[in-house]
């Protein structure tokens, strides 16, 4: 063991599992879902920084796998809605880049016609309701969401 002053592990006092088969497609599928979120997310700083687009630009860095583990546990018929940091959302769900940097950018090719901007992503053919402004807005929103469903008595 090496010597060190801190007590975080050195990366060859992890232990690391040997993944095989079809768990390390899906462990290498989830990591370039992270690379793209984490690659999108930086060039969104850097325009915003050069103020390439106003408003608010709440980043996702850090979170990343949460939405890669979270596409894995849901069908395309699910819904999804999140809060104001949501970029990455419709990322996650196959939303091509330049639809979802166009709407930061306020064009009218963007995911909401670029009206929405950054705390505002939605794309309707992927079952995302959308990133909300409000501090919990999405709450209620996704209550109504979910009711409907049962109310239809559909499996979403």
Known sequence: MKERSHSIPLPEEIPIK???GNDRDLLLKMYGEMLLIRRFEEMAAK???QG???GFCHLYIGQEAILAGMVEGTRPTDRVITAYRDHAHPLALG?????????????????????GGSMHMFDKERNLF???GIVGGQIGLGAGI???DKYRKEDH
């Open 18 to 20: 040997k993944v095989e």
């Open 130 to 132: 959308g990133g909300h």
């Open 146 to 148: 979910a009711f409907a």
């Open 47 to 49: 325009a915003y920084a």
């Open 95 to 115: 939303t091509d880049p330049k639809v979802v940097m166009a709407e930061l950018y306020g064009k009218r090719t963007g995911s909401s016609k670029g009206k």
């Open 52 to 54: 390439k687009f106003g």
